[in-house]
């Protein structure tokens, strides 16, 4: 077994319908080792927040399937747990903050009950030990613990937020996904949050899932990148690889949409047109129709994964360029 | 809360006074006239005019209206014609029957329609689910007085289980109270489906899911809490109307209850019995949202905290600053 905490296999998760069959992911691979931070980046819609759900096997069903791969979390395979082994680990290995505060709480539930539920269900101790927990995670999250009697619409939404972080810490995951947890919020608030994840992280030793498609944070958080496109990862790699050396197309893309304070540009580089519809996705590479450099090879056939400097992987043919 | 409750007591007073004034409007103006049902085709002239008299039948419409309306703001609600006592006196003697049906029916309902409703929802399109939500619609449509009929066919004539009418033992009761609770009970059920299906799909159950709670109590705790607020709605709503008398399944079954009292006094134009009938009907009626409301807010903070004062909304000093500053 070797030190990572998380090795996924060709993942691959769709949902089902009568009509349709959209192909959310599409045999992901990823490693996390302990400790460490990935940030999964990606437009939305390429199946970002399936994988996460795929990890916790909290796919809608239906209509979500996870139709093939492999999850090895600490060397077991989560896909073939039973399901009340499944409910051990959620929460109290694996958790997840969810991404919009607003609607992640049960409003008819007091704080203090919904973060005491996850300490109750993974520690034995009494309610009252619990509620004294819960208080402790507010007052970690830098809310005050005597306002555990509150419902969640006597919170703002950056307070909300941080009581969905609370929830999801609640019993010391090895392994955060981190969904969006500062999209809903506005930037100062942003900041506090990213701020209150690494601090944790710090103090915990907590593996870390941050899904985002702000590559800013991801900047300043992470130690590797995985880019998302339609449901497959284009590029993965060591963040300051990433950043200095971008070589799939789209990534090259996104950074060009980004100002950058020291170059003068008159304008941003878009990436010009919209991802492909997940049911019904092309042949070969799924960025082919947005792609500057695409030829007819693109369309056809299994585009390869290439290790193109050691960690540094991308799926394109075009990498000679 | 409790202004509140005393401010919506208030608001039932011009309620009350409409209600009054409608059904007195209809009973005066709706022909036929009483002396000819009660006193029968026998009676002279003269009798029915001294009948006339005595009970101020040839007053103008204003001067009758406001003599009901003065003694019943006093509490009397006059007498009846064919028995001679105090409407109130009949009233109350009838609605404990009622009462009693009543509660029985609904809580069939509630069994019977909640938890198919919860089955349902969760195991939507489902075998259990289609079976279900078929039943539910036979029972919504079928008239009372067919399944009630139906149900005496069977439980009372062929096979000689249960008796077909009255009200005196227990076994009695359970042929009525099947008919009505049956019925509310496929209105209860589609209520309580579509309001889990609501609540099942939202973000806070996929939160309390991957806290690892157990999907069963995840239901429960999560998902049936907030979606109890339409289902009381709609059994607050069938549990008022049943007080009111389930007029046509107490006929169907004989019972003396609310429902068969008002309709054999409209049958004769007995106007005091109809008019205090109507307005101890509309009165339960509004006794019985208003309790709705109450529930409401028991069960819904975001409701609670409406009704709450601004003086005990600044109680605690504290988390209002810290709300001010957004921290």
Redesign the interface.
């Given at each position: 077994m070797s030190d990572n905490i998380l090795d996924i296999r060709n993942l691959t998760i769709h949902y089902v319908t009568d009509k349709e069959t959209v192909r959310a992911v599409n045999g992901i691979n990823l490693t996390l080792k302990q400790g460490e931070s990935l940030g999964l980046v990606g437009e939305t819609g390429a199946g970002k927040t399936t994988t996460a759900l795929g990890i916790l096997r909290l796919v809608p069903n239906p209509p979500g399937k996870i139709v093939a791969g492999e999850i090895f979390y600490k060397g077991e395979d989560l896909l073939k747990k039973s399901e009340s082994d499944m409910r051990k680990i959620r929460g109290h290995e694996i958790s997840m903050i969810f991404q919009d505060p607003m609607t992640a709480l049960n409003p008819v539930l007091t704080v203090g009950e919904q973060i005491s539920e996850a300490i109750l269900l993974h520690q034995n101790i009494t309610p009252q030990e619990a509620l004294q927990k819960s208080m402790d995670m507010m007052e970690l999250v830098g809310i005050e613990g005597i306002r555990h009697s509150e419902y969640p619409h006597q919170f703002s939404g950056g307070m909300k937020q941080r009581i969905v972080i609370a929830i999801a810490l609640a019993c010391d995951p090895a392994l955060l996904l981190a969904d969006e947890p500062t999209t809903a919020l506005d930037v100062t608030i942003q900041a506090q949050v990213i701020d209150l994840i690494e601090n944790l992280k710090k103090k915990l030793g907590t593996s870390l899932i941050l899904i985002t498609h702000d590559l800013g944070v991801v900047a300043e958080v992470c130690d590797r990148v995985a880019i998302i496109y339609g449901g497959q990862i284009v590029e993965f790699a060591e963040i300051a690889m990433i950043y200095n050396n971008p070589k799939h197309p789209y990534t090259i893309g996104l950074f060009g949409s980004i100002p950058n304070f020291s170059v003068k540009a008159k304008r941003l580089k878009p990436i010009y047109g919209l991802m492909p519809d997940p049911a019904n996705l092309p042949e070969g590479c799924t960025f082919a129709e947005r792609c500057p450099l695409a030829t007819d090879a693109c369309r056809q056939g299994d585009i390869p994964n290439i290790e193109i400097e050691p960690g540094h992987w991308v799926k394109c043919i075009h990498l000679g360029v | 809360m409790i202004k509140y409750i005393g401010r919506r007591l208030l608001m039932m007073i011009p309620v009350m006074l409409g209600v009054v004034l409608l059904v007195f409007s209809m009973m005066y103006f709706s022909p036929g006239n009483p002396e000819d049902y009660i006193l029968g085709d026998m009676a002279t002239i003269e009798d029915k005019e001294a009948f006339r008299e005595e009970h101020g039948l040839n007053d103008p419409f204003l001067v009758q209206y406001f003599n009901y309306l003065i003694h019943a703001l006093q509490g009397d609600l006059g007498t009846s014609y064919t028995t001679k006592l105090p409407v109130w006196d009949e009233i109350m003697e009838r609605f404990p029957t009622t009462f009693k049906l009543a509660v029985f029916s609904t809580f069939i309902a509630i069994v019977i329609g909640v938890s198919t409703g919860i089955i349902s929802a969760v195991k939507q399109y489902s075998i259990w689910d289609n079976i279900s939500r078929f039943i539910a619609i036979i029972g919504v449509s079928m008239p009372t007085f067919w399944e009630g009929l139906m149900l005496i066919i069977l439980f009372s004539v062929i096979l000689r289980w249960l008796p077909s009418s009255g009200f005196s033992t227990w076994r009695h009761w359970i042929l009525p109270a099947i008919t009505i609770g049956t019925h509310s009970a496929s209105s209860v059920m589609r209520m309580t489906r579509s309001s889990m299906l609501e609540a099942i799909r939202?973000?806070?159950i996929?939160?309390?899911?991957?806290?690892?709670?157990?999907y069963s109590v995840v239901i429960w705790?999560?998902a049936f809490?907030?979606a109890t607020i339409p289902v009381m709605t709609i059994i607050g709503l069938q549990f008022g109307r049943m007080l009111g008398g389930s007029a046509i399944s107490e006929i169907v079954f004989s019972i003396p209850g609310l429902g068969n009292l008002i309709i054999n006094a409209i049958k004769v134009k007995n106007a005091p019995l109809v008019q205090g009938g109507i307005l101890f009907m509309a009165v339960v009626m509004s006794l019985i949202n208003l309790l709705v409301d109450v529930l409401y807010a028991y069960?819904?903070?975001?409701i609670r905290?409406q009704y709450v004062s601004n003086k005990a909304k600044r109680k605690n000093p504290?988390?209002e600053e810290?709300?001010k500053e957004?921290?």
């Open positions: - | 939202q973000d806070y996929r939160t309390a899911m991957a806290k690892g709670q157990k705790k999560h809490r907030n069960v819904d903070p975001r905290s504290v988390a810290k709300a957004g921290v």
